[in-house]
């Protein structure tokens, strides 16, 4: 076959790199030092960032697209797939991440948004794009827009879990809400959801969204990364929980084992032995920001 | 019959669908006893460097070694491709490799995630079958005793894509994400019970 027969950018070769992500680990690094740690660790890929969420969080003002000089030290730095993020709309940072053969583009509720309307339109790209989600009308509207992976938003930069499991509770009732309805109540269903029938339809009909369902914001431990998987987490994004750790490369480490091996406590217990201190983490009913509610 | 998927990271679910769609028990492999009295195992699509990492950190890397030095029928897709093979060009300083191909192969050989790309191949004894490559490996070198199954032409000559030596064999694209199950019942049909 020639090449003029081949193409690239499908929705089956876009959805299939999440796939291929499935039961691993996505470290934020910010730096090329960072990234060899996570990818010694066992890291299946690296998000290049500036500023780990925590520390956006703490320093305030615009957080924008990294510099693009700090991707490519990454992506010379690693050979497994880089990410990074783009501002919630901002379709001019994702087409210069595209251009920088970034893996995957993250469009980011971390980031300040640069659209209040709306989201980026992901079928115009080639790279394929993960979106965050609160609840499964949000991760269905993302699907619609081209979104090839969904992860929960979680409260990115806090060191707590509890939104994460909050958005992936929700993800999987409503689901199972879709599933036991009768085909009749799709459309009403579809409606209070404000997502596009078609997709609906088909969640009810499968189970399961059309995409990967990963899971980001606040894992700090590998008990956190056990218990996102065991609701039902394919993968996991650890972002200031590893780098804002005592000892990040074996927290690294012990959340990449307990990653394949989360079915198995006696497993987790070995690798959680000895860790030093998590992140120290924030109660999020103190925030003044909710980086959550960043989407819609 | 039983046959093995390796399911320390990856595409795990996929090969196991099309294992159950062909009619074959699927076991997941996370630790040495998981080897015991399988018929044949898949390698699955991944990241390589995870997948060797987590081997070595789950006790399998050893003992996977001497069943597949003593015989075990494997298949390896993509990342599965690289563990088989006898040489990674651009991998990590510490890549290792099982050396079950005699292939030598060049991780994510055709690019980056935009590069990654589908088309139709054409796979001896099947016909026409559709080909899935995903930051895909590309071999750039063959013994004579690796068996080709089938090619593809990427502007540049063809090169082999699916290959077969003995009870090994391997493929740079992804037969399971498709529902295609006719290059995994070629695997299957080679396999005999033990």
Redesign the interface.
């Given at each position: 076959?020639?090449?003029e027969?081949?193409?690239?950018?499908?929705q089956?070769?876009k959805r299939?790199?999440a796939?291929?992500?499935?039961?691993?680990v996505i470290m934020d690094v910010v730096n090329p030092e960072q990234a060899k740690i996570a990818?010694?660790?066992?890291?299946?890929?690296v998000m290049a960032l500036e500023r780990v969420p925590s520390d956006i969080r703490r320093d305030g003002g615009v957080a924008r697209m990294s510099d693009p000089q700090m991707i490519q030290q990454i992506q010379a730095a690693v050979?497994?797939?880089v990410m990074a993020k783009a501002r919630i709309g901002h379709f001019a940072e994702a087409q210069i991440l595209?251009a920088l053969?970034?893996?995957?583009v993250d469009e980011s509720e971390v980031l300040t948004p640069a659209d209040e309307e709306n989201h980026i339109d992901k079928w115009a790209f080639?790279?394929?794009f993960v979106c965050g989600a609160t609840n499964l009308g949000e991760a269905l509207r993302r699907i619609a827009e081209g979104a090839c992976l969904i992860r929960s938003k979680g409260e990115a930069g806090t060191g707590n879990v509890v939104e994460a499991v909050r958005h992936l509770r929700t993800i999987n009732a409503q689901m199972r809400r879709l599933q036991s309805a009768d085909a009749s109540e799709l459309y009403a269903l579809a409606k209070d959801l404000g997502s596009p029938l078609a997709l609906v339809q088909e969640v009810a009909e499968t189970g399961h969204l059309p995409v990967p369902l990963f899971c980001a914001g606040g894992i700090s431990t590998p008990a956190d990364a056990s218990l996102v998987l065991q609701l039902g987490a394919e993968a996991v994004f650890v972002g200031s929980g590893i780098f804002k750790s005592e000892d990040p490369v074996r927290m690294a480490?012990a959340i990449?084992?307990t990653?394949?091996?989360y079915r198995d406590p006696a497993v987790v217990a070995k690798v959680s032995t000895g860790l030093g201190a998590a992140m120290r983490g924030a109660e999020t009913s103190t925030l003044e920001q909710r980086l959550a509610e960043r989407g819609w | 019959m039983r046959v093995g998927v390796l399911a320390l990271q990856g595409d795990v679910a996929e090969h196991r669908a099309t294992l159950d769609a062909l009619g074959v028990e699927a076991v997941d492999v996370r630790r040495p006893a998981d080897l015991d009295s399988l018929a044949g195992l898949i390698m699955p699509g991944g990241e390589s460097t995870a997948i060797a990492h987590l081997l070595g950190t789950s006790g399998l890397r050893s003992v996977l070694g001497e069943r597949l030095e003593t015989g075990l029928p494997v298949f390896g897709t993509c990342a599965g491709m690289i563990l088989l093979a006898s040489e990674v060009v651009d991998g990590r300083a510490d890549q290792w490799c099982y050396s079950r191909l005699d292939i030598a192969v060049r991780r994510n050989g055709y690019g980056r995630q935009v590069a990654s790309f589908e088309t139709t191949l054409e796979v001896s004894g099947l016909g026409t079958v559709p080909g899935v490559f995903i930051r895909a490996p590309r071999v750039l070198s063959w013994g004579p005793h690796v068996e080709v199954l089938a090619s593809h032409d990427h502007g540049d000559g063809p090169v082999p894509v699916l290959v077969r030596q003995g009870s090994a064999w391997a493929s740079a694209f992804h037969p399971e994400l498709t529902g295609d199950t006719r290059v995994h019942g070629l695997f299957v049909s080679s396999l005999t019970d033990r």
């Open positions: 076959m020639s090449p027969t081949s193409s690239t950018g499908s089956l070769v299939g790199l796939d291929m992500l499935r039961g691993g990818e010694d660790a066992g890291a299946v890929a050979t497994i797939p595209e053969g970034v893996d995957y080639t790279v394929p480490h990449v084992e990653t394949t091996h | -």
